[in-house]
Nanobody, 125 residues
Framework: VQLQASGGGLVQTGDSLRLSCAASGGTFRTYTMAWFRQAPGKEREFVAAIRPSRSTTYDADSMKERFTISRDNTKNSIYLQMNSLKPEDTAAYYC???????????????????WGQGTQVTVSS
């Protein structure tokens, strides 16, 4: 499975961005998909995941208020709508995929077999 993330950019505090991740080479509808992010000098952290059933999990309630993960199986793609962006959201955002994951492992990088190259989001204050 190949993943291609896009949609990052330089925005101001309070702006919105929509990230996209296009998948190829696998049976997309069977994959659990996720977004992670990595800020400079920090470890890669879980943002959100969406299962084949379209049920979703977010890292925290505060993130769920501003971010929305979605998928379009007809386009083999997932999206991350990010609203009310803050400087602390600045990071490289990565999409990931797994077809063997269990619910208790959704937040762990090691549970995902495939990764995109990352798209940079920079939020200026």
């Amino acid at each position: 499975v190949q993943l291609q993330a896009s949609g990052g950019g330089l925005v101001q505090t309070g702006d919105s961005l929509r990230l996209s991740c296009a998948a190829s080479g696998g049976t997309f509808r069977t994959y659990t998909m996720a977004w992670f992010r990595q800020a400079p000098g920090k470890e890669r952290e879980f943002v959100a995941a969406i299962r084949p059933s379209r049920s979703t999990t977010y890292d925290a309630d505060s993130m769920k208020e501003r971010f929305t993960i979605s998928r379009d199986n007809t386009k083999n793609s997932i999206y991350l709508q990010m609203n009310s962006l803050k400087p602390e959201d600045t990071a490289a955002y990565y999409c990931a995929a797994s077809n063997t994951i269990i619910t208790s492992s959704l937040r762990y990088r090691s549970a995902y077999h495939y990764w995109g190259q990352g798209t940079q989001v920079t939020v200026s204050s």
